[in-house]
């Protein structure tokens, strides 16, 4: 069912907003969706490179699938649309469900830093997906094309890699995947 999110609804459960499809992005907390601005062009584009790379390194290391825009329903009772989510093959079958969305825990989500996502994407979402236990998470700037890849420790993220624009990001989560965002964006 496509709907638009309305006021008059108040409080969802997380399995309506699964269930849901809605016309409006809108992740889902405390029973209030919360609307979603459409991405820039730029945000698009360093989505589509990550998502396409991830897809690639998946499927050539047999590694497990990349998912891009998904709604994921975390066992904390939150509802996010990560920018790209990473789940190992042996757990696939397990979170992934027959409409294409995520139940669980990923082994990796990737959110791309834009001006008005900075604070939500750096601090919120970082709490959030550090309380459901999400083993690895990457931040990537769009305006300086850096990637931070965290780890989950008890205490909380611990930042295991960081590459700045124009350097080879080597990821500690996915061994053997490499990426300089800034050569694929075309960007010298």
């Known amino acids: 069912m496509i709907s638009q ?3 008059e609804k108040g409080i969802w459960t997380l399995e309506e907003w699964l269930e ?28 589509a490179i990550l998502y396409y790379n991830l897809r690639q390194y998946g499927r050539q290391q047999q590694a497990g699938t990349a ?5 994921v ?8 649309i990560p920018d790209v ?12 469900t027959p409409k294409g969305k995520i139940e669980g825990v990923p082994d ?8 008005s996502t900075r604070t939500r994407d750096t601090v919120h979402k ?26 989950h420790t008890p205490e909380g993220y611990l930042l295991r890699t960081i590459a700045e624009a124009g350097e080879v990001f080597v990821s500690k989560a996915l061994e053997g995947f490499t990426l300089n965002l800034q050569e694929l964006i075309g960007e010298e």
Request: hydrophobic share 40%.
């Open 126 to 151: 970082l709490r959030a997906y550090h309380e459901a236990g999400v083993p690895w998470y990457w931040l990537i700037d769009s305006e300086t094309l850096t990637i931070y890849e965290y780890q």
């Open 73 to 80: 329903a975390l066992p904390t009772g939150s509802g996010f």
């Open 20 to 47: 849901t499809e809605m016309e409006a992005r809108c992740e889902f907390e405390n029973g209030r969706l919360i609307p979603m601005a459409s991405p820039s062009y730029r945000h698009n584009d360093i989505m």
């Open 108 to 115: 990796l989500v990737v959110e791309v830093i834009s001006p």
């Open 5 to 7: 999110p309305t006021e």
């Open 85 to 96: 989510t990473f789940v190992r093959k042996e757990r696939a079958e397990q979170l992934i």
């Open 67 to 71: 998912l891009l825009e998904v709604d």
